[in-house]
């Protein structure tokens, strides 16, 4: 078992939509959880980090954690094409490794 | 305020050889990680550095080693390539008792 799953989609919505993207995880251990944005060729850019179950908010963004069920999932608001990314969740249970999941690509159409 | 940079973007290697990859990390960060990333999937931890010693380490064989210098810059190094090492390898850096990492533009490795 993996130690981090992501549907890797793809996933295709219209601009102005409201976009859910989830990860579930497997270790209870897991204490610091992580979004970043990964344009083609790029390296991954940190988009929301948090340590806490409940919400956090940053702009168009809400990352949102619940530890009980081992679930974490990011929304964006108002989507743009700009967002048209894949976007990666990322877990840690403290200040070394990150494990992955395998990503979910996201295009937003104008 | 420069971000995490390596060098070079791109090579290409051929089976057998070895490859140093490059890595500046961010300022103020003293830690570095780095991460193999196959097409398609997500990073896979390699290991990481701090205090110019090798603090953890994921699943790769010993091909792989690392170094770390006093200004808390790094090396990957790769010995013996196959095809299977041809993938985006990423740095990135965070402070100390962080798990914070912000990443560079990566190096994509082709093996031929």
């Not at chain 1, 919505?13 to 083609?40: D, H």
Request: net charge neutral; with cysteine; aromatic share 14%.
């Amino acid at each position: 078992q993996k130690e981090v799953e992501q549907d890797p989609g793809p996933l295709s919505v219209p601009e102005g939509a409201i976009v859910s993207l989830n990860c579930t995880y497997s270790n209870s251990a897991f204490q610091y959880f992580m979004w970043y944005r990964q344009y083609s060729r790029k390296g991954p850019e940190l988009l929301m980090y948090t340590y806490s179950s409940g919400n956090k908010e940053d702009g168009r963004f809400t990352a949102q954690v619940d530890k009980s069920s081992k679930y974490i999932s990011l929304f964006i608001r108002d989507s743009q094409p700009s967002d048209s990314a894949t976007y990666l969740c990322a877990i840690s249970p403290g200040a070394n490794n990150l494990f992955f999941g395998t990503g979910t690509r996201l295009t937003v159409i104008p | 305020d420069a971000g995490v940079t390596q060098s070079p973007t791109h090579l290409i290697k051929t089976r057998g050889q070895q490859v140093t990859l490059r890595c500046s990390p961010k300022s103020g960060h003293d830690t570095v990680s780095w991460y193999q990333q196959a097409l398609g999937q997500g990073p896979q931890f390699i290991f990481q550095y701090y205090e110019e010693e090798e603090r953890q380490r994921g699943n790769f064989p010993d091909r792989f080693s690392g170094h770390q210098f006093p200004n808390y810059s790094s090396e990957l190094n790769v010995n013996a390539l196959w095809l299977g090492d041809s993938a985006l390898y990423l740095c990135a850096s965070s402070p100390v008792s962080s798990s914070e990492q912000f990443f560079g533009p990566g190096t994509r490795l082709t093996v031929l």
